[in-house]
């Protein structure tokens, strides 16, 4: 009986120690991520915020005028392609 392994034994982390750690690890990943798409996309340009993220398209695209924001944006950066 001395031989048997116990759980209590084994080193564990606590749940709330995982879920930190699995946080952590996401919210790196993400900032790597958007930080390597905006360094490949500086070059052209554009509203720097769409380099970040898909908000930028996202909200123009939610408030109805789309059309005109575009409009507005080639009319300010040129023509660049838009897809």
Known sequence: MANKL????LPSWDFLGLVFAAGALLTIWIVISTLRQYLRLRHIPGPTIAGFSRWW???????????LDLYEVTKKYGITQIS
């Open 6 to 9: 116990r759980l209590t034994s």
């Open 57 to 67: 398209h996202l909200r123009h695209e939610m408030g109805g005028n789309m059309n």
